[in-house]
């Protein structure tokens, strides 16, 4: 299977609450990064984890990643409706250097 | 900084014919670029690794021959979809690595192209 899975595939929250997003992946890597994408539109960057770091802030978002676990997770604090887009984790594997994509969870902020 | 330029965003073209996709790093040299295809509502699959000035390096089950991958100069790689088929018809991204912070693994992505073929 692929490495690097999202849950909830689906995630519809009311503006204000906050979004949690999981991502879980099989083997050893060099970082874990999240994406955001549009409806129809390319990626953008939103935040990069090292795999010796076990927490990072920007602005709204909160990274964390467990390497025993194999698990990273997406938290969007007070969201908004601009934040609906699907949100995907991306891997890139030691020694392979290609980043491998997650299934994405596709997340709703209703205004 | 950091732009990734993907053209076209939308083609429409008609069964049995060739359809050419290029992506440039606007601002920074790209040593590696990636193209990724995906379906409506799922996730981006990696079909091919471009590497500037030598054979792209295909994942499992992509047709080598079907995508033709070209990656020329720093700042542009091309996909062409040969003899394209309705089955053919997708959402392809692209994205680069910027060669001088290569070890950060962030990838710069393009708008995406959408291929439908008649």
């Known amino acids: 299977s692929q490495q690097g899975e999202e849950d909830p595939q689906a995630l519809s929250i009311q503006e204000g609450e906050n979004a949690t997003m999981n991502c879980s992946y099989k083997?050893?890597?060099?970082?874990l990064q999240w994406y955001r994408q549009n409806s129809g539109r390319g990626l953008v960057h939103l935040i990069l984890i090292r795999s010796n770091e076990r927490e990072k802030h920007s602005g709204r978002l909160r990274v964390t990643l467990d390497t025993s676990k194999k698990s990273s997770s997406l938290l969007i604090t007070a969201s908004r409706a601009a934040d609906t887009a699907s949100y995907f984790c991306a891997t890139v594997v030691t020694n392979a250097g290609k980043s491998t994509f997650g299934d994405g969870t596709t997340l709703t902020v209703k205004p | 900084g950091a732009v990734v330029s993907q053209h076209p965003s939308r083609v429409i073209c008609k069964s049995g014919t060739s359809v050419k996709i290029e992506c440039r790093s606007l601002?920074?040299?790209?040593?590696?670029m990636f193209w990724y295809r995906q379906f409506p509502k799922q996730s981006l699959m990696l079909m091919a690794t471009s590497n500037e000035g030598s054979k792209a390096t295909y994942e499992q089950g992509v047709e080598k021959d079907k995508f033709l991958i070209n990656h020329a100069s720093l700042t542009l790689s091309t996909l062409t979809v040969t003899s394209a088929h309705p089955e053919d018809s997708s959402f392809y991204i692209c994205?680069?690595?910027?060669?001088?912070?290569?070890?950060?693994?962030?990838?710069?992505f393009g708008e995406g192209s959408r291929l439908t073929v008649l």
């Open positions: 083997t050893s890597i060099n970082n």
């Open positions: 601002d920074f040299q790209a040593t590696t």
């Open positions: 994205s680069a690595r910027d060669g001088s912070r290569a070890n950060t693994g962030e990838l710069f």
